[in-house]
T-cell receptor
Framework: AQSVTQPDARVTVSEGASLQLRCKYSYFGTPYLFWYVQYPRQGLQLLLKYYPGDPVVQGVNGFEAEFSKSNSSFHLRKASVHWSDWAVYFCAVRHITGNTGKLIFGLGTTLQVQP | DPKIIQKPKYLVAVTGSEKILICEQYLGHNAMYWYRQSAKKPLEFMFSYSYQKLMDNQTASSRFQPQSSKKNHLDLQITALKPDDSATYFC?????????????FGPGTRLLVL
């Protein structure tokens, strides 16, 4: 069955430091992958998405992610974290076989930013 | 201006009662979805609609009934509420159903069942 694992429930980094949030997926076939961010008391906002093609995708606010088929991973990165990046980050995979509209999410990783 | 409106933001209900969660999208999308976010669980897909037709139902209980009165509306009726129904319910939409269109999410309705 398709699934998404975000192994880190919480990540703490210092402002200005680099960031990597991990995402592993289990999917048969070619996945479409997404990273969403949820700020406190708000809905989910799309950061970036991967469609089959260039494995490195650029998103908003300096975020990027790299798809690796061999590692079944889609890790999110940022070169320099800002305090406003404090939020919960969700990785998701979408079925593209069977033509379903369903997104499968990981549990999320809470990013805390230290001054 | 918010493009996906969910009402109410917060909802407190008693066990056994019935509530309707409202969702309206102003993105011109043809597909709409409901997801649920319970404590300690990942966001869970519930329903998808395309042009006001139910396409996918992953909710085991018939107590959850989506209702689409207009193309840009997808409400969620929940009957015989239970404490386990306490969660944040998110509405989402995409240009078309299936394929690779991005889903955009509303701010959610936080439901607490006592």
């Amino acid at each position: 069955a398709q699934s998404v694992t975000q192994p880190d429930a919480r990540v703490t980094v210092s402002e200005g430091a680099s960031l990597q949030l991990r995402c592993k997926y289990s999917y048969f076939g070619t996945p479409y992958l997404f990273w969403y961010v949820q700020y406190p008391r708000q809905g989910l906002q799309l950061l970036l998405k991967y469609y089959p093609g260039d494995p490195v995708v650029q998103g908003v606010n300096g975020f990027e992610a790299e798809f690796s088929k061999s590692n079944s991973s889609f890790h999110l990165r940022k070169a320099s974290v800002h305090w406003s990046d404090w939020a919960v980050y969700f990785c998701a995979v979408r079925h593209i076989t069977g033509n379903t509209g369903k997104l499968i999410f990981g549990l999320g990783t809470t990013l805390q930013v230290q001054p | 201006d918010p493009k996906i409106i969910q009402k109410p933001k917060y909802l407190v209900a008693v066990t056994g009662s019935e509530k309707i969660l409202i969702c309206e999208q102003y993105l011109g999308h043809n597909a709409m979805y409901w997801y649920r976010q319970s404590a300690k669980k990942p966001l869970e897909f519930m329903f998808s609609y395309s042009y006001q037709k139910l396409m996918d139902n992953q909710t085991a209980s018939s107590r959850f009934q989506p209702q689409s009165s207009k193309k840009n509306h997808l409400d969620l009726q929940i009957t015989a509420l239970k404490p386990d129904d306490s969660a944040t319910y998110f509405c989402a939409s995409s240009q078309e159903w299936g394929g690779a269109d991005t889903q955009y999410f509303g701010p959610g309705t936080r439901l607490l069942v006592l």
